[in-house]
């Protein structure tokens, strides 16, 4: 199991790693808790760094940037709203459509790998897996 396998890198961690896997675990082996542990984790990661890429956003337009050689820039600035604002609002609805259009036509074909599609044989590995 791949979650097996990456956990079981923190045993390397010395004096803790062992306590550590079996804490990230929530048992001696992967099991329920650890799959809705990492559930969780994969649901709530994007909204945490979203929130901390809005959060530098705000605080980098608030206070402005600084260039290396400390001279003040206030005569060359652009302002995030309306200039690059509006550029990607403009933009937001070609993408939609875009990736409305693929997804709803069937073309999903041109965006994965066409083995996704095929029936998985539980007996044989795919020929392009070999030991």
Not at 23 to 40: D, I
Not at 41 to 62: K, T
Not at 85 to 114: Q, S
Request: charged fraction near 5%; proline fraction near 8%; aromatic fraction near 16%.
């Amino acid at each position: 199991c791949g979650a097996t396998v990456i956990t079981n890198l923190f045993t390397a961690i010395p004096m803790i790693g062992n306590t550590l896997v079996e804490y990230l675990w929530g048992a001696y082996s992967v099991s329920s808790p650890t799959l809705t542990r990492f559930f969780t984790l994969h649901f709530l990661l994007p909204f945490v760094i979203m929130f901390f890429g809005g959060l530098h956003v705000f605080f980098l337009h608030s206070t402005g940037s600084n260039n290396p050689l400390g001279f003040s820039s206030k005569n060359n600035k652009l302002y995030f709203y309306p200039f690059s604002a509006l550029n990607d609002l403009e933009m937001l609805p070609l993408i939609m459509m875009y990736t409305c259009l693929l997804a709803f036509m069937g073309h999903l074909t041109m965006v994965t790998d066409p083995d996704n599609f095929t029936e998985a044989n539980p007996l044989m590995a795919p020929p392009h897996i070999q030991p």
